[in-house]
């Protein structure tokens, strides 16, 4: 168990062009979650996946936004057409999502910086 | 979702306990408190999880009134390291949707 990875932990790219970003959960963790978090605030829900099926994505998610997980292994998140309030923390997290008292504890990535330009 | 109350910041000392209290007047029966800790650039982490009365792991301990309208994360002689922020959720124990407030940003001094 190596935890929860992202990739790249840091994004700078120029307004308007398309970014992607990769987590990949711990193993066996049928639950994934996307959380956005800018300076000073907490994480704000995203997505969230069960296995490889998208159930539940926030109101306040642009359309261009949008998330994948193929298999119900790792995820992407996509963001077209960056916009300089873009520019946060991107972070992943997975649970185990059993029955029972912090069951569904969820474990954290080192999260995606980005910087839109 | 239940609304969460926490004081934005808080200093201590080394050795000290730390008790962080947390509002939610609006808590649903089927609710439960849970409480996470974030370092600078990293993302947040579990620390402690309950319903009712008292919790108590290997770092903190939890407290819940009766009527759980509030409760308070006890750090017991905090160090340099327990210096982070400290956010309070409430909502079903298997919430997907979890609603982080500001937390509470923990200064401990030497």
């Known amino acids: 168990d190596t935890g929860v990875s992202q990739d790249p932990r840091h994004k700078i790219t120029k307004r308007g062009q398309n970014v992607t970003f990769r987590c990949d959960p711990i193993?066996?963790?049928?639950?994934l979650y996307w959380y956005r978090q800018t300076l000073g605030q907490g994480p704000e829900f995203l997505t969230y996946?069960?296995?490889?099926?998208?159930?539940?994505k926030s109101r306040l998610l642009s359309d261009r936004f949008s998330a994948e997980r193929p298999k119900g292994s790792f995820s992407t998140l996509e963001i077209q057409r960056t916009e300089q309030g873009d520019s946060a923390m991107y972070l992943c997290a997975s649970s185990p999502g059993t029955k029972g008292l912090n069951g569904y504890e969820q474990y954290f990535g080192p999260g995606t910086r980005l910087t839109v330009t | 979702l239940a609304k969460t109350t926490q004081p934005i910041s808080m200093d201590s000392y080394e050795g000290q306990e730390v008790n962080i209290t947390c509002s939610h007047n609006?808590?649903?029966?089927?609710?439960?408190i849970t409480w996470y800790q974030q370092f600078p650039s990293q993302g947040p982490r579990f620390i402690i999880q309950?319903?009712?009365t008292k919790v108590t792991n290997e770092v903190a301990s939890l407290f819940i009134p009766a009527d759980r309208k509030s409760s308070t994360l006890s750090l017991p002689r905090v160090s340099l390291s327990d210096t982070a922020v400290y956010y309070c959720l409430v909502g079903l124990y298997n919430n997907n949707d979890m609603r982080f407030g500001a937390g509470t940003r923990l200064t401990v001094k030497p």
């Open positions: 609006n808590i649903a029966t089927n609710d439960y």
């Open positions: 996946f069960q296995n490889e099926a998208q159930l539940e």
């Open positions: 309950g319903y009712k």
């Open positions: 193993s066996e963790h049928n639950r």
